[in-house]
């Protein structure tokens, strides 16, 4: 099989959304199907809500795991505002996937300023757009802290990588007692991603 050549893909979140544990299944979904793969992180004070960035790149042969501005084929974003702060690493003709949740920073919360309004309207002025409200998608299926695994799944779909096994690659990066829920979440996010295309 010809693989693709090097793809770029940003993961963004804040601290506690669950980014690295989506960046980690899918960093070994895409090794166990045969892909070079390079991960970083980048953690801005995550344990207070900073911050949490991770790069992925995977293809025939990746000599960097660094993606520089206006090189991402696709910006994940479990956070409304987070997506709008990482747009310029996405290339033209790159694909953003946002989770329309909203967490506010610390200047919003003591009232210094205010969360500004229309960002996935203006995403969508600027990118190709997928909006997802995956919190509530997560919390129907009884899991609300699984919108990472939904947002994952929507990735998933959207890079539409062969030979891949997500439901192995899922079962050997959560604890056991939590796989069930979190294959619901990942599903969900590969339907809702299907269904838009």
Known sequence: MKRPDTQSV???????QGTIL???VLTTGLIDAGYDVKMSEVHGMSQRGGSVT??????QKVWSPLIGQGEADVLVSFE???AMRCLPFLKPGGKVIVNTYRMPPLP?????CEYPDGIVDELKKRADTLAIDAVKIA?????????????????ISAIGVDGADWTQALRGCVKPKFFEDNLRCLEAGLN??????
Do not use: F
């Open 10 to 16: 940003i993961l963004v979140g804040v601290g506690g």
């Open 54 to 59: 991770t790069q992925v790149r995977y293809g």
């Open 139 to 155: 919390s129907d299926l009884g899991m609300p802290r699984g919108m990472n695994v939904v947002l994952l799944g929507a990735l």
């Open 80 to 82: 409304t505002m987070e």
């Open 108 to 112: 919003v919360l003591s009232g210094e």
């Open 22 to 24: 989506a960046s980690k």
């Open 192 to 197: 809702l991603a299907a269904a838009k295309a």
